[in-house]
Nanobody, 118 residues
Framework: QVQLEESGGGSVEAGGSLRLSCRAS???????????MGWYRQAPGKERELVAD???????NYGDSVKGRFTISKDNTRKTVYLQMNSLKPEDTGVYYC?????????WGQGTQVTVSS
């Protein structure tokens, strides 16, 4: 079963923008509301790292490298989390994964590729 459906990845030039979406289509609304939703990324040869997450109460947390450029948000009625990425840099290139945490549950999407060219 596909728990998290990601979309919005692609190729863009440095300085450009992309918006990623992740829909938790098979999650009941109350479970989505109670979850921390996040975006992680993994560049070739590197470990997966946190990009941003948003708690059930709406508190956000960002990785240092994306602060001021990326914005995470969620729409509970659509069971969807978004990642608006502005001022993209080549070092933002990687596979971006959506994550839903509600301990002990921990779900991952299949990932969407983001490629930023210089």
């Amino acid at each position: 079963q596909v728990q998290l459906e990601e979309s919005g990845g692609g190729s863009v030039e440095a300085g450009g923008s992309l918006r990623l979406s992740c829909r938790a289509s098979r999650t009941i609304l109350s479970e989505f509301r109670a979850s921390t939703m996040g975006w992680y990324r993994q560049a070739p040869g590197k470990e997966r790292e946190l990009v941003a997450d948003i708690t059930d109460s709406g508190m956000t947390n960002y990785g240092d490298s994306v602060k001021g450029r990326f914005t995470i948000s969620k729409d509970n009625t659509r069971k969807t989390v978004y990642l608006q990425m502005n001022s993209l840099k080549p070092e933002d290139t990687g596979v971006y994964y959506c994550n839903r945490k509600r301990p002990p549950l921990d779900y991952w999407g299949q990932g969407t590729q983001v490629t930023v060219s210089s």
